[in-house]
């Protein structure tokens, strides 16, 4: 394992917090282990074995692995929704089917389980309910979701008649509904068009940069690249790889140089030089544009045309009510939202891309944290 | 931006639709025929109903609303259709449809209201009450008791005499709909739940800060309220129909009296009493005695079955009244009677009489006997003793002078048999009133009112012990097992008295479970122990008979449906055992027991 020092600062030091949460550790699991049984008892699958993970408050925390390496099966666990065979999880400093903690976690699983006969608004109302919000408060923040995920045009439609990515949006409004401290999103992005994708990357970056922890479970590596903090690569129910996307991703042989465009002349110029410090495996190509800035232009400029859709809108800005880190009642006396720390010092790799070429706003934060710039 | 179409603009054109449909609908009726005629305005408003649905796909706040206006408005048109051509029953099913409807729609409004609180428990009621709205299967059920109720009067036989078309109406019309909510709430709860578990939405809902007990407490309480609206409307649209039954026209002044003073009203029913019951019980008890000694091996066998064989045999003999010989029976406790008939215009007792003739070769119609109440001739006309003469096999009811009590709130019937020899036959028949129902004393002790509404308080009792087992059969077993365990509890619950004869729960001398249960296996060993297997697995095999109806409340022990329908009191007493047995005991241990093995339950889709 590698270890690092990239953390944010823990906004929550007031006296009788739990203990891990004082510790600014928001899930915590050591020597996690699930096996499945069948009906006879017998040990069918061994789906996790022998799993830590510490994910430290105001963590945006990538857990990767291909289909069945048990990312799923963890998460369940730390929900409460699954026991383990052994080992032990906090969650929020507490057990993890503990109602107290569960009141300040949000989650979307991998697909969006809703009730098809509800609307969106039903469905919101619901989950509100769950959640024990005074009425005004859930009416407000209903709004509030329906229009930041673009739903609001269509909230009285049941969302069996939605489709797969506009039901996404109602579950990750539901996952939010809380103004939750943890917020556990299981591949967030999956089913949804690029531009729902951004906006959804974006939103978990700004609730990052609003001290909230965010345990991300996807296939998608360039969402893990573009957001997380660290990351746990997981194979067959283990933990193989843990770290920094930094850490993880460096070439410490290799470097690259980034200019504007160069004329042939100085390009060979360049060559020439570097040959004369003997270094002759030189590849010059001019750098494609990633397919997702491509689309987010077109559909940026099909819609300042005036185009009409019957979907989904590409919605508003987050949500007032997602404030900073602290749990509901106490997130008053903790405003203003924690600075953020990007004190990670660079581990050896020069290269410096752009993140992301998006049109809408650039998240200047999110920048500067992968470029370990000080903001 | 597709700018939608005002909602009064879409509601017009399935309006238009209506008017024309209904010209065209009278101009059939009176041109070509007036059944013609209905056809065509149902068809009109059938697809009035739909086209409203249609139009207003695009703007799903108002779909519902919109189209269950627009489709009641279309019920009225043809309401008053068929009261304009004379068709006046069929014009007050539907308009009993068009009310039942409004007022599940009100009531549904109503269980928002309560149901507007913010916590977990409320949360997954007000959902699962939404899903039994909206989803087929338990819709189409609803709808069919909503439909059910008013359109049964058009089911009835209209030569049948009054009282017993009102009778009919009542069992059938709260029986059949008790049943068909019993289905409805097994496959609401366990369609819930068990949807929820395996499409993952529990995943969704257990995240939030609710406990597991309360998501199930709230699915009990969502469908235990759904299943109270159903009732108060089933109910609600029985009563009113009883009512209008019983306006019309009776066969004649007996039928028209049997109506108010049979069925719509609430009896107690007094069994008859041997004039000296300790010599009686000394009879059968040597009897038995007799049967132990001269037949030990039979006693042996089975003692429980012998000994309810003797009594049985009593029972019959002592109901007899063999010719030309009288037998008494007294009656006890009708001081109450007795007073409470003081003031008022009812000073009759009703002597209930199912008379069966023995002992010939021929069927007797009639049989023939005199009666004397405290050992006075009655009745009396014009100085002579009238003498009985009564169909066979029928229920007969004579009224009874109430000042034939005694002070001490006794009453001794004695009869004496008066059958003439047939022709063909040597000698006169015996009469035999059946035991039970045969030969009793049946006086008023409470309204109708008071009575219909404790019976429909114990249908819905036993429609949430129904909600309970599927709740907790759904928290940890697949949807088929579920629904199946559900149904198999729920038709041993209502057929536990059939049952217990059949099985033979009464075969053991213990009356208790652990007692049969040590009973039992006492002699299986003894069995065993005599190389006779077969019959030592038979006598376990009916420890798993004890023990399913051991588990299983019995619903016949609370029979609120035909009692109601009989006319006879259910009294308030039952209702609250009835509570404590069935709505609060048995729900309470089952779903312990549920919730014990949900709460270790890992929740992941049956599929992985």
Known sequence: MIATDNERQDPETAPGRPVDAADGVDIKCAGLTKTFRDFWLRPRVRAVEGVDLEVRRGQIYGLLGPNGSGKSTTIKMILGLISPTSGRIA??????????????????????????????????????????????????????????????????????????????????????????????LDEPTSGMDPVGAKQIKDLIADLGRRGKTVLLCTHQLSDVEDLCDRVAIMFGGRVRAEGTCDELLAQEDCTTIRTAALPPAVVAEVRGVLERHGIDSV???????????????????????????????????????????????????????????SATPTTGATAVEPVAEATGPVDTALIDRLTNRQP | MNRPAQPWRRAGRPLLLLAVGSLVAEACARGVGVGIGIVVQACVAALCAWWAWREFQATPQWRRKATAVIATVAAVVAVWFLVRHGRLLEATGLAGVIGMATGCWLGLAGIHLLLSGSTGVIGVARAVVDEAVRMRVSLGLAMLVLVLVPTLPLALDHSERLHYRVQFLLSWSLGVTGVILSLLTIVLACGSICGDIDSGRIHMTLVKPLQRWEYLVGKWLGIALFDLLMVALVGAGTATFVRLLAGTEATDPQDRAAVTEQVLTARIALDPEPANPVEYDAAIAAAIQQLEEDEPDAFERNPGAARRRIRQEYDWQWHTVTPDTVSTYVFRGLGDAKRRAAGTADTTLQLQLKPRAYNVEVDLADVRFAIWLNDRPWPVMDGDHVEQILPTQAVHVLDLPVEAVDEEGNLRLTIANRNLVPDGETKPTTITFSPGDGLRILHRAGGFDGNF????????????????????????????????????????????????????????????????????????ATLASEFRFYEAFRMLFGFVTDLALWLTPAFSDFDAVGRLSTGMLIPASDVLACLWRIGLIYPLVIGLAAWALFERRDLIRSST
């Open chain 1, 91 to 184: 969650v929020l400093g507490r057990r993890p089917r503990d109602v107290a903690s569960k009141q300040r976690i949000g989650y979307l699983p991998e697909e969006s389980y809703l009730y098809r006969f509800l609307s969106a608004r039903e469905t919101l109302d619901y989950y509100g309910r769950l959640f024990r919000l005074p009425t005004r408060v859930r009416r407000e923040r209903i709004d509030m979701l329906l229009e930041m995920v673009g739903l609001d045009a269509v909230e009285h439609r049941p969302v069996g008649e939605f489709s797969k990515g506009m039901q996404r949006r109602v579950g990750l409004a539901q996952s939010l509904i809380n103004d939750p401290q943890l917020l556990i």
């Open chain 1, 283 to 341: 590849d010059v190509e001019r750098p494609r544009r990633r397919m997702e800035s491509l689309f987010l232009e077109i559909v940026e400029q099909a819609r300042a045309e005036g185009a009409r859709t019957s979907g989904a809108t590409s919605g508003g800005r987050v949500a007032d009510f997602l404030r900073s880190g602290a749990a509901p009642s106490e997130a008053a006396a903790v405003e203003p939202a924690p600075q953020v720390e």
């Open chain 2, 453 to 524: 509404i404790r019976c429909l308080a114990v249908v819905w009792i036993k429609l949430t012990m129904v909600a309970a087992v599927a709740v907790a059969a759904a928290s940890c077993l697949g949807l088929p097992m579920a629904i199946l365990a559900s149904l198999v509890v729920y038709a041993t619950a209502l057929g536990s008295g059939f049952l217990r004869d059949a099985l033979g729960l009464y075969n053991m001398v213990s009356t208790s479970f652990l007692g049969s249960v040590v009973e039992r296996a006492g002699r299986a």
